[in-house]
């Protein structure tokens, strides 16, 4: 079997310590997206220090990019509303914990709301995507998309809802693949 790559070491201490963070915040930080944001105030530049990937090649705007974005988020748009449709009739708790995720959304004005919504999306991307995915990605090649979900699962245990784990993990394990 391979040693693990300096970089597979980072990613998982990355992960760790995300966990982490997120405890502490979630027990210190009451609004989501304030939680959220802060949050990445430290991973984003953790992430790009401790994983070495290449970093100017994978922030170079390429359009072909921007398609695969929306045509993905498109696509897991609508199969998270088949997932929040399927749950209201076999588990209907959870359809309604993740009605109740939107309440999070109903703390922050409009005006914070979309410039954290952005910020969070682009460092998740960052953090989950690229460094925690990216170094496992030639040795388990698909695999990779595993570990991104479960880093990204991760960082939602200590304050999401059991649903919005699994969406989590689901989710992130798509984003990641």
Known sequence: MKKASRNEIAAI???????????????????????????????????????????KKLFRFEGKHLLYGLGSAAVLYFVGLLGVFVLREIRPRFAAELEGMYIMLANVPDWQLWPLFAWVIFAEEVVWRQAATQPFA????????????????????????????????????????
């Open 13 to 55: 201490i990355l992960s760790l310590a995300g966990l982490v963070l997120m405890y502490v915040l979630s027990r210190e930080v009451g609004n989501l997206w304030h939680r959220l944001s802060l949050f990445y105030v430290f991973m984003l530049p953790a992430a790009v220090l401790a994983v070495r990937l290449e970093w």
């Open 138 to 177: 030639q040795r388990l090649k698909d695999g990779a998309a595993l570990i991104g979900a479960l880093a990204f699962l991760l960082v939602h245990l200590p304050w999401a809802p059991p649903a919005l784990c699994i969406a989590a993990f689901v989710f992130g394990g798509a984003w990641s693949w």
